[in-house]
Structure formats: structure tokens, C-alpha cells
């Protein structure tokens, strides 16, 4: 069975990157920037959630819908690297288990969140490639990023879709569990990308 294991260098990177832009967030963070994500996160579907996981890096923010959209993008895809890595390492232990279902709907679980890890990797990408000086290209990368996000939340969602037919089981509360918190953090950067499009948009 592959596995879905996070490869230690992106990993790190992905750690890096958020904990430069933790400890960049602690020196410059301000009143006015945290109100800046907490209203930007209103529009979201799980405000919340959104501040919670948003507000540390204010600081490299910068009241910048940009800069929000890639850092909600870089959460979101940390969360699913993790949950994915997970679920490959319940496979494992799961084999011999007496819920047949269960089982089946694990292994649907790792496929899910392995397409939803990359396409969230590809719409990290795409922001950090963003050409603004056309705006056709420009266009064209935006539809790109909220295309791959929609299907990373599609592909999470699938996931506990496929436990419905599976009765009660510590397995299937833990996943369910598990999924919903990385689904909320990946339609709130969703929203935050729709957000900045709707923002620049000509």
C-alpha cells in the first residue's frame, strides 16, 4: 500500500514557512491587522475557526487579501498533509478489524485526502506565481486556485460521505472528527481566495 506519509522536506518547509510568519506576526502584530482578518474571516463560514487559526500571523498579513488567501491556503494544506498521514497510518492498524465497512470506507478516506493534498500543493503554488501584470493570466491562474479548492473541499467531504452507511464505531467518530475541523479550515480559505478575487477583479 503507498503511502501518504509526508515527505520530511515539504513538511518542513510548510512548517518553516508558517512559523517565519508566526514569529514575523508576534513582532508586528496589531490591533488594526487582527481586525482586519477577524472582518475578512466574517465572510467565511466558520468565522471562528478562520480567526483562530488566521490571527497569529497578522503580522505578515498586513491587511493584504493576498497575502490572507496564501497563508489560509498554507494552513489548510498543513492540516491536510496531517490528517492525510493519519488515515495512511489507521489503514495499517485497521486490516484485521471486524467492521468490513469501516475499512472500506478508511481506504476511500486515504484516496480522498491524497487528491485534496494536491490540489491544495497546486493552488499554493499558483498563488505564489500569481502574474498581475495581465489580466487575463491573471484570471486564468485565480479560476485555477478556486477550481482546485473547491474539489480539495469536494474530495475531504467525500470522505466522511463514505462512512454514512457505516454504523457506530470509535472509528468512525474519530475520522469524522478529525475531517471536520480540516474541512472548515478549507472552505474558509476558499472564501478568503473568492474574497480576493471578488477584490481585484477588474
Known amino acids: 500500500m503507498q503511502s501518504l ?4 522536506p515539504l513538511l518542513l518547509l510548510i512548517l ?9 506576526a508576534a513582532a508586528e502584530e496589531s490591533n488594526a491587522t487582527t481586525e ?24 505578515a498579513v498586513q491587511n ?12 489548510s494544506l498543513l492540516r491536510a498533509r496531517v490528517m492525510a498521514a493519519y488515515l495512511s497510518n489507521m ?3 485497521a486490516e484485521n478489524w471486524p467492521e468490513p465497512l469501516a475499512v472500506a470506507a478508511l481506504h476511500d478516506c486515504v484516496s ?9 500543493r497546486g493552488s499554493l503554488e499558483q ?6 501584470s495581465s489580466q487575463e493570466s491573471f484570471r486564468f491562474q485565480m479560476s485555477n486556485v478556486q477550481t482546485w479548492m473547491s474539489a480539495a473541499l469536494t474530495d475531504q467531504e467525500t470522505c466522511t460521505d463514505g462512512f454514512d452507511e457505516v454504523g457506530d464505531c470509535p472509528l468512525k467518530s474519530d ?13 474558509n480559505a476558499l472564501a478568503l481566495v473568492n474574497s480576493f478575487v471578488n477584490q481585484t477583479a477588474p
Open 5 to 8: 506519509t509526508p515527505s520530511a
Open 16 to 24: 518553516s514557512f508558517l512559523l517565519l510568519l508566526h514569529s514575523t
Open 36 to 59: 482586519y482578518i477577524r472582518s475578512s474571516c466574517a465572510s467565511t463560514l466558520y468565522p471562528d475557526v478562520c480567526y483562530s487559526s488566521l490571527s497569529r500571523y497578522a503580522g
Open 64 to 75: 493584504d487579501p493576498n497575502r490572507l488567501a496564501r497563508v489560509a491556503i498554507s494552513v
Open 91 to 93: 489503514t495499517e492498524q
Open 112 to 120: 480522498n485526502f491524497d487528491s485534496a493534498v494536491d490540489q491544495i
Open 127 to 132: 498563488m505564489r506565481g500569481l502574474d498581475s
Open 175 to 187: 475520522v469524522n472528527e478529525r475531517s471536520t475541523h480540516v474541512k472548515q479550515v478549507t472552505s
